[in-house]
Structure formats: structure tokens, C-alpha cells
Antibody, heavy 124, light 115 residues
């Protein structure tokens, strides 16, 4: 079964740090870009960051640049999001999602697999 | 990042069709991008529905019924999700998404009510 399982969320004080993990199974993890997407309570979806198959390219939404770092370990089929200098506005459910395969001959499906999400609450 | 504009809400009756729109800013040509669509129900992660570039370049998510389809209106610089034969289970939030330049961008979402 194709699956993504996030972990690492919780309550953290403003200015604190948290590391999210996403364990992938059921597909060739190393063949896909991967993304983190968040959703604040009662709000819409916001893409946070993504990373290329080999980790050589990373992109971030402006609001997290310099504070968040996305990484991956293909040997462990895992995706990570290191979040530093957390703010109240970072409070959200964080989802990992399978991004593009972006290879010749493949379809352009993106975010076709999502995890169930992990809640991050930034509050004193 | 650019803003994709979706109407906050839409409604239609069972059996009818719902046409959900996603308008791109004027400096981004809808004809140049894949438009992605997602469905989200309360308490659940989003579900991938489809992407649409053209009639010859499009993709349907696994298990997504064919009554969900995509299109574009170039004159309005808009991506469209058409849901035909509406069912009560189609009541959900719907989001569009594009990759304009080094970032994925979601629309604000449309809450579809099936009356």
C-alpha cells in the first residue's frame, strides 16, 4: 500500500524548534520530488517546501525561508522538515505529499499521495 | 507568490453540474501551466483529483470518477473543474494549484455545497 506517515508534531513555544518526519512506503521514494504542505486551523492549504529526488534542489515559500529546512534520506525512505524560530503563525497541520516524478515519459501528477498530517502548535 | 483566485463558495443540487473556477493573475498565462485540483473533506487530508493542461495532456487521479473533469478558459485566464452528476458526497472544499516559478501555489479554496 502506498503510504505516507508524518510524525514529530506537538506544542512548542515561540522561537522554539521542531523536526517533522515523514515515512514513505509502497512506492520508489527516490523517484519523486517530495513536498510539505500546511493548513492552519480553519484555513486553506499552503505549500511550504519541496525537495528534488537527490536533494540537490530545494524550494521554499517566502514566509519560511531561512527558518525551515527540508531534507530527505532515500536509504530510509524518509522526508524531514526542520523548523526553527517558530512563530504563532506557523501553527498548522503539516502534511507531507508526493510531488512530481518529473521524468521523461511520466505523467505530471503532483501531490497524488498525502499523509494524514501532524499538528504543530506554536504557543506560550 | 502569485494569488490564485477561487470563489469562497458555490452550490448546486444533486444531479446538476458544478463549475468551479480558479483565476490566475494577469501576468501568468493559464495556457502555459498545468492546473491541479484537490478535494478536501473535514478532518481528512486533501485528495488528488486531476491535472489539466490541454485536452491531449491531462491526468485523472487514481479512482477519481470521470464526472470530474478539467478545462481552461483562456479568455478569462481561468482553470475550471467541472463536476457533473453531483452527489451529496461531493460536498467538500476544492483547491486549485499551479507551479508558476520555483514554488507551488494553491488557490484559497471553494466550499461546494450540494443542496
Amino acid at each position: 500500500e502506498v503510504q505516507l506517515v508524518e510524525s514529530g508534531g506537538g506544542l512548542v513555544q515561540p522561537g522554539g524548534s521542531l523536526r517533522l518526519s515523514c515515512a514513505a512506503s509502497g512506492f520508489t521514494f527516490s523517484s519523486y520530488w517530495m513536498s510539505w504542505v500546511r493548513q492552519a486551523p480553519g484555513k486553506g492549504l499552503e505549500w511550504v517546501a519541496n525537495i528534488k529526488q537527490d536533494g540537490s534542489e530545494k524550494y521554499y515559500v517566502d514566509s519560511v525561508k531561512g527558518r525551515f529546512t527540508i531534507s530527505r534520506d532515500n536509504a530510509k525512505n524518509s522526508l524531514y522538515l526542520q523548523m526553527n524560530s517558530l512563530r504563532a503563525e506557523d501553527t498548522a497541520v503539516y502534511y507531507c505529499a508526493r510531488d512530481l516524478q518529473a521524468a521523461a515519459g511520466t505523467r505530471d501528477d503532483a501531490f497524488d499521495i498525502w499523509g494524514q498530517g501532524t499538528m504543530v502548535t506554536v504557543s506560550s | 507568490q502569485p494569488v490564485l483566485t477561487q470563489p469562497p463558495s458555490s452550490s448546486a443540487s444533486p444531479g446538476e453540474s458544478a463549475r468551479l473556477t480558479c483565476t490566475l493573475p494577469s501576468d501568468i498565462n493559464v495556457g502555459s501551466y498545468n492546473i491541479y485540483w484537490y478535494q478536501q473533506k473535514p478532518g481528512s487530508p486533501p485528495r488528488y483529483l486531476l491535472y489539466y493542461y490541454s485536452d491531449s495532456d491531462k491526468g485523472q487521479g487514481s479512482g477519481v470518477p470521470s464526472r470530474f473533469s478539467g478545462s481552461k478558459d483562456a479568455s478569462a485566464n481561468t482553470g475550471i473543474l467541472l463536476i457533473s452528476g453531483l452527489q451529496s458526497e461531493d460536498e467538500a472544499d476544492y483547491y486549485c494549484m499551479i507551479w508558476p516559478s520555483n514554488a507551488w501555489v494553491f488557490g484559497g479554496g471553494t466550499k461546494l455545497t450540494v443542496l
